[in-house]
């Protein structure tokens, strides 16, 4: 299945989304690593949000996209993400590291739609027996 394909699939429009995410990409400041991230996705109520990576001097410090991405989230009135894309500075797919894995799961579920390297994916197979709130109950 091509790239194109997958994004034609589920009748969503990825490629506007993964604009939006390259387009955050360009105000990512990544002066150590040169490698800015971009990321877009919706919430449940429709409003599209963004973020970009941040880095720090203190390499352990820095923001990932994902991060900005769910402070968004929260920042303008909550709720749940549903679908995801995050790019690099060429506006290639890539994945989200462990960590940002994790801040969607929490703030999307095992139904968030994610668009990964090999296609769209809902992060309950990107994130597979994830731990969540509930396992804290």
């Known amino acids: 299945m091509t790239e194109k394909q997958t994004y034609a699939a589920d ?30 996705g919706y919430a449940d109520d429709g409003r599209l949000l963004q973020g970009c990576n941040v880095e720090n001097a203190g390499y352990g410090v820095t923001l990932c996209a994902e991060c900005g991405l769910v402070s968004s989230l929260h920042m303008t009135g909550g709720g749940s993400l549903t679908h995801v894309v995050c ?7 890539i994945m989200p590291c462990g960590r940002c894995r994790q801040l969607l799961w929490e703030n999307g579920g095992p139904e968030l739609l994610l668009m990964t390297v090999s296609g769209v994916k809902p992060m309950s197979e990107v994130l597979p027996d994830a731990f969540g709130p509930e396992d804290l109950a």
């Open 11 to 40: 009748g969503f429009d990825w490629e506007g989304l993964r604009a939006h995410a390259v387009d955050a990409a360009k105000h990512a400041y990544a002066p150590y690593s040169n490698y800015p991230v971009g990321v877009a």
């Open 87 to 93: 790019v690099n500075g060429s506006g290639e797919v």
